[in-house]
């Protein structure tokens, strides 16, 4: 016996029980299943929801590994073990130390990421009696992306819960949600745990613990890592080149910081038509719109050196699309199809306002320099609402093309 | 007069297995299976019991709701069984054919001479009427409404479907017939479309209002030429009427018989050798099918229609009441190991996520009936509108009939849409959603509450 005609055994000895979704779930995980049409159309592009899924994933991976380097990389630079890379090839930025450390503290993310969410997942299928929809498997790899690299496992894992319960099992689950349940994980641990969320202290692994130790009287040097917002928040200087942004040497959350593979992976989901470019281009329009009203804010001389505002206000304007989480977010959250805006005209409206509010929230809020989460859970919430004026448009034509008959 | 409608947004399905332009007779079946089923929210009464003996013509049901819409006979035999579903539901009626056909005479129809009742009773005396469907909700026309329009699409755009130009040729006078009859029943036009590059007979024909159609499918759709020309409004009420069945309207107008001929594509991958069948409207399948190159033993779906709009139906099924075309694909009850996330080279695919159907545009596939993936809730946004022509959200469209919200269906513009207007959206469908059938729930309910 082969294993397909076991596993197709098996999933007869399943069928009816309470256990089917979850042994279903593993099942069309090797086997595209026997399914076949009845009633519609007799035939079926090749598509399904996994596909479509995975290749959000897939554009995720280069994230992933650059953001495991960029853990070691910065953990050892901020030790004053290795000297700065030269550039984004830099055999010092691809070491094998980097990598480790990267390995020793991303995977248990991905992993706890995965396995609380995965698992409240099943137990919802099971109790509910449907099956496992395939929705947590890109919120899944984006959360450990967008947290800092030593944010506490325990943490993740009750974000990871309240996540997928409020954010979208209430609601009914994948396809259901309002919010952007990995957004909203992370609105949970921001507004939860602040302290781990924000600061100079979280984004490189080591500085919580030597920090630690020096209060414990140790006589050691504190670590740093700044992130560019932050030091722009304080009106600090940037050391970093605007080179050193777009690649990504930067410190941040683990998969947030390369511009460029970023891009890439956009670039990827834009060809596979998975994601959709008309967010994506619209929120950077917006980025740069907002970006400009502001550098022109501090040309005319409304606002002076002295303002708590003027570091974020003069970064040039295309300045905003590399720091912080903004393309991140841009391409790989305020596309997501189920929160966003569901017409094509909704969508421009919705992808320039997030970009517009991201850079907004981003120079006005003193406490957390990042605002595209803020504003694409914002959005998020709006988006019906842009939908719902859209589609008026349509109705109204219809009921004029009525109108002009019956006058 | 001739306009032109262009279409660019759909998608051409490229099969394999089209139809080779050569038509041969099909061995004469020996029963004719009408079911009425095909005629959607009709509730038969019967008349033909079984044991009787009925000429091809002759009454078999009429409509409960409507007594003078009668439901005829395609052949002249003797009914042998009528099989009964839950609650007594006639299912299907099967009727032993002669070896010599008989017909019943209608006699010769004064086109000049007869006014808009005169046509109206005749066609639906004589079981033509049930040809003439209307929308809103794709259902047999109701007599007693007239018609701001009316619409014949001569253009095929469904994957594998018969080509009109060639099943339509040498029948000009038939269809001129029938214009005639159908143009006194209505005030506006008769709307007549074809292919923008054909040499279709029904261009020639006078009392018309000719378009050119061109693109994708579902160009040739009823439904889009409709949204282009004349949109429904609340309250309008369009006729739509397949060329096909504008032939057997004019012969029995010019003869007085019901002829129930007709030219059927024998369309599919599984077909050895794909052409076209000269049969009767119910005429069994089997004879056809697998005296021609079907594998006997072979795992296939046979469909009456086409790929996307068709129904299923078993091997001793019979032909349906409205199709022209018959499709054999294989069916896609197994597995594929890692189906969903290995790259495909095989199947047709509107995205780019490791398919790569688009490389080559031209190529013909040989798709089963698999689903490729399970039935999901709505999650990917915008790919229906790639394909979907009209001036309607559809994915809205389609909430809106989940959710049962009338006013939304309404507003949405649910008047206007047939079942097969969301084939393409159901074909290309991440989620695996069954748009045809919520959609024809959604007209169901709409014809129950609003009528």
Redesign the interface.
Known sequence: MSL?SN??NLKEKYKGTKMAPAF?ALH?????????????????????????M??VIMSLIPCLIFGMFNAGYQHYLALGEISQATGFFDSVFWSWDNLVIGLWKVLPLVIVSYGVGLAIEFVFAVIKGH?V???YLVTGMLVPLIVPVDTPLWMLAVAVAFGVVIGKEVF?????NILNPALTIRAFLFFAYPTWMSGDKVWVHGAVARDKAIAAGENLDAISGETILGSLAQGKEITYSVWDMFTGLIPGSVGETSAVLILLGGLFLI????G?W?IMLSSVLGALAMGLIFNGVVDAGWIGEGSKFYGLMSTEFWHHLLIGGFAFGTVFMATD??T?S???KG?WIYGFLIGFISILIRVFNPAYPEGVMLAILLMNVFAPTI?HYV?QG??K???K??KA?TA | MSNDIKIKKGLN?N?KGDAEKTTENAIISNYCTIRPEDFHSIIPKLVAKEGTKVKAGETVFYNKDAEDMKFVSPVSGEVVEVARGERRRIMAIKIQADKEQTYVDFGKFNLDAADADKVKAHLLASGCWPFIKQRPYDVIANPNKSPKAIFVSGYASAPLAADYDYVLQGKEAEMQAAIIALGKLTEGQVHVSVGKNSNSPLAGLSGITLHKVSGPHPSGNVGTQINKID?I????VVWTINPQDLVVIGELLLTGKFNAERIVALVGSSVKKPRYFKTKIGSEIATMVYDNGVDKDGND?I?SGN????K?IKPDGALDYYSNTV?V?P???????????KP?FN?????????F?WLNPKKKYD?????????????????Y?EVFPL???P??ILKACMYQDLDEME???MYEVAPEDF?LT???????Q????IIRQGLDLMLKEIG
């Open positions: 397909k596993l197709h279903n069309t995980f090797l086997y595209l299943p026997n399914e076949t049409t009845h009633g519609g159309t007799h035939i079926k592009v090749a598509d399904d929801l996994k596909r479509t995975n290749t099956e929809e395939e929705g009914g689950g994948t396809g259901m060809f596979t038509k998975i959709s008309r199809p189920v966003a569901q017409t094509n969508k939908d589609v349509n109705v034509r219809r009921m093309r009525l008959k | 399905i099969l949109p409004n609340k309250g309008e779906r469909i790929v996307l709009s068709g299923q499709t694909i069916e896609g009850d197994d597995y594929e190991f890692f189906g969903w996330n495909v199947k047709i695919s509107t995205s780019r996520a490791m398919t159907s798709l089963n009936t698999n689903t490729n993936g399970e039935h999901r809730a709505f999650v990917v946004t915008g790919s509108e001036d309607i959200y994915m809205q507003a949405l513009g084939a159901e074909f290309i469908c991440v989620s695996k069954p748009h045809q059938k």
